[in-house]
C-alpha cells in the first residue's frame, strides 16, 4: 500500500485519522487531524481511506498539488511474526522524546509504547486524575515493536506524575506460554523533562530518551511508595527477630543480657477482673523481683521491655530506678532492636 502527502487516511489501531502532510523519518507521517493538529504515526498504522491530493490557498483557490512522496507500508493483514529466542520473555517500556531538544524550555514530547518480546500486547495506558484514572491511550501493538501514543506539553506533565500501564499477552495462530495479565502503577520523576542530561541513548531509539520500564524478564515493575507516617510508625516498632518467653528470666547463650518482656498478655494468662492500677503493680512486681535475683552480679545488663504505649509503665520503672535503686544505671535499649519500647538497666 502507498501513502503518499496528501492522502486521506484513518488509524488503524486507534480513532481518528486526517490528512497526510509529511514524513518523519522512514517509519512515521504527520497527520493533521479535522481539529487542526499534527499527529506522527507510524506509516503501518495508516489506512488510505481517499484521496486529497488538492489544497486551499488562504484566497480560497484549489493550489497546485502537494509533491507526490510514495513510501510503501505494510498490508493491514496478518503476517508472519519473526521471533527471537529472547523475545520469549516480556520486556515492556515507555519511553519519552522531546521533539526539539535544543529548546527544552519550550519543547512538546511524544510517548511511545515499547514491546520487546514475541508476544501480541492489548495495552491500556492510564494518568491519575483525582481519585480516578482517565485512558491516554490503548489498542493492540506488534510483537517487537513500539508504537506511538500521544504527543504532549509541559502543561500536561502535572497529569503524568502518576501513571498506570494494563495490558494481556498473547500470540496468534500457535501455542505459547500463557502470561499473567499485567497492571503497573509508576510515579514518573517530571523535573527530569526539563533537563536534558535525562534524556539518554538506548537501543529503541536514534535520539535519547527517558525509559519507563513497565516489565523486565517477566517480572512487573514495583514501586515502594512510603508515607511518613508509615516511617513514623515503623520507627516506633520494636524490630525482634524471636520472641522471649518473659516469665522464665535467662541468660541469651550469646551475650549477658537479660531481657524480660512486661507487657500484660505475656505475664498474665488473663486480666479479668484487675483495673489499670492493678495491672501496672503487678508488672512493677515482677520489675522488683527480676532487679533482686540478680542484686549480686555486678555489670550484669536487663532489659526490661515496657513498650511505648501512653508511657505510664515506663515512667513508673523509671521512678523506681531514681528512688530506689540510685546505684543502677540504666538508659533506653538499643532502637535498633526494641525502638523505643524499652529500657536497659546495669547491676553496679
Same mark, same amino acid.
Given at each position: 500500500m502507498n501513502v503518499k502527502i496528501g492522502d486521506k487516511?484513518?488509524?488503524?489501531?486507534?480513532?481518528?485519522?486526517?490528512?497526510?502532510?509529511?514524513?518523519?523519518?522512514?517509519?512515521?507521517?504527520?497527520?493533521?487531524?479535522?481539529?487542526?493538529?499534527?499527529?506522527p504515526?507510524?506509516?503501518?498504522?495508516?489506512?488510505?481511506?481517499?484521496?486529497?491530493m488538492m489544497t486551499r490557498s488562504s484566497a480560497g483557490r484549489p493550489s497546485a498539488p502537494a509533491p507526490q512522496v510514495q513510501v510503501?507500508?505494510?498490508?493491514?493483514?496478518? !503476517?508472519?511474526?519473526?521471533? $527471537?529466542?529472547?523475545?520469549?520473555? +516480556?520486556?515492556? =517500556? @515507555?519511553?519519552?522524546?522531546?521533539? %526539539?531538544?535544543k529548546?527544552?524550555?519550550q519543547t512538546r514530547y511524544e510517548a511511545y509504547f515499547v514491546n520487546e518480546s514475541n508476544y501480541?500486547?492489548?495495552?491500556?495506558?492510564?494518568?491519575?486524575?483525582?481519585?480516578?484514572?482517565?485512558?491516554?491511550?490503548?489498542?493492540?501493538?506488534e510483537p517487537n515493536t513500539k508504537i506511538f501514543m500521544e504527543e504532549f506539553g509541559k502543561e500536561d506533565l502535572n497529569e503524568l506524575e502518576r501513571i498506570c500501564v494494563q495490558f494481556i499477552a498473547f500470540k496468534k495462530d500457535k501455542p505459547y506460554a500463557m502470561k499473567n495479565?499485567?497492571?503497573? !502503577?509508576?510515579?514518573?520523576? $517530571?523535573?527530569?523533562?526539563?533537563? +536534558?542530561?535525562? =534524556? @539518554?541513548?538506548?537501543?529503541?531509539? %536514534?535520539?535519547?530518551?527517558?525509559?519507563?520500564?513497565?516489565?523486565?524478564?517477566d517480572i512487573p515493575e514495583r514501586q515502594m511508595l512510603i508515607s511518613a507516617a508509615a516511617i513514623q510508625e515503623a520507627m516506633q516498632q520494636k524490630v525482634r527477630e524471636e520472641k522471649v518467653t518473659p516469665t522464665v528470666v535467662k541468660k541469651k547463650a550469646e551475650a549477658p543480657i537479660i531481657e524480660v518482656d512486661l507487657h500484660t498478655e505475656q505475664l498474665l494468662d488473663t486480666t479479668a477482673g484487675m483495673d489499670s492500677t492493678a495491672i501496672l503493680n503487678y508488672q512493677l512486681d515482677k520489675f522488683h523481683e527480676v532487679l533482686k535475683?540478680?542484686?549480686?552480679?555486678?555489670?550484669?545488663?536487663?532489659?526490661?521491655?515496657?513498650?511505648?504505649?501512653?508511657?505510664?509503665?515506663?515512667?513508673?520503672?523509671?521512678?523506681?530506678?531514681?528512688?530506689k535503686y540510685k546505684q543502677y544505671f540504666y538508659q533506653d535499649a538499643s532502637f535498633r532492636e526494641y525502638g523505643f519500647g524499652a529500657t536497659m538497666v546495669t547491676i553496679k
Amino acid at each position: 500500500m502507498n501513502v503518499k502527502i496528501g492522502d486521506k487516511v484513518r488509524f488503524l489501531n486507534s480513532v481518528g485519522g486526517g490528512i497526510v502532510r509529511r514524513f518523519k523519518g522512514n517509519d512515521q507521517v504527520i497527520v493533521e487531524d479535522e481539529d487542526g493538529f499534527d499527529i506522527p504515526v507510524l506509516i503501518r498504522e495508516c489506512v488510505v481511506v481517499g484521496d486529497n491530493m488538492m489544497t486551499r490557498s488562504s484566497a480560497g483557490r484549489p493550489s497546485a498539488p502537494a509533491p507526490q512522496v510514495q513510501v510503501t507500508a505494510p498490508a493491514p493483514q496478518p !503476517e508472519k511474526v519473526e521471533e $527471537t529466542a529472547e523475545g520469549e520473555r +516480556l520486556n515492556v =517500556f @515507555l519511553a519519552y522524546l522531546p521533539i %526539539d531538544p535544543k529548546s527544552m524550555q519550550q519543547t512538546r514530547y511524544e510517548a511511545y509504547f515499547v514491546n520487546e518480546s514475541n508476544y501480541f500486547l492489548f495495552y491500556n495506558y492510564m494518568s491519575r486524575q483525582n481519585n480516578s484514572w482517565m485512558s491516554r491511550s490503548q489498542g493492540l501493538i506488534e510483537p517487537n515493536t513500539k508504537i506511538f501514543m500521544e504527543e504532549f506539553g509541559k502543561e500536561d506533565l502535572n497529569e503524568l506524575e502518576r501513571i498506570c500501564v494494563q495490558f494481556i499477552a498473547f500470540k496468534k495462530d500457535k501455542p505459547y506460554a500463557m502470561k499473567n495479565s499485567v497492571s503497573v !502503577e509508576l510515579r514518573l520523576d $517530571t523535573v527530569k523533562f526539563y533537563k +536534558l542530561h535525562c =534524556f @539518554l541513548d538506548n537501543d529503541y531509539f %536514534d535520539e535519547p530518551a527517558i525509559l519507563a520500564p513497565i516489565v523486565r524478564q517477566d517480572i512487573p515493575e514495583r514501586q515502594m511508595l512510603i508515607s511518613a507516617a508509615a516511617i513514623q510508625e515503623a520507627m516506633q516498632q520494636k524490630v525482634r527477630e524471636e520472641k522471649v518467653t518473659p516469665t522464665v528470666v535467662k541468660k541469651k547463650a550469646e551475650a549477658p543480657i537479660i531481657e524480660v518482656d512486661l507487657h500484660t498478655e505475656q505475664l498474665l494468662d488473663t486480666t479479668a477482673g484487675m483495673d489499670s492500677t492493678a495491672i501496672l503493680n503487678y508488672q512493677l512486681d515482677k520489675f522488683h523481683e527480676v532487679l533482686k535475683e540478680y542484686a549480686g552480679v555486678k555489670g550484669q545488663k536487663i532489659v526490661f521491655i515496657h513498650g511505648k504505649g501512653e508511657g505510664v509503665l515506663r515512667k513508673a520503672i523509671e521512678n523506681e530506678l531514681k528512688t530506689k535503686y540510685k546505684q543502677y544505671f540504666y538508659q533506653d535499649a538499643s532502637f535498633r532492636e526494641y525502638g523505643f519500647g524499652a529500657t536497659m538497666v546495669t547491676i553496679k
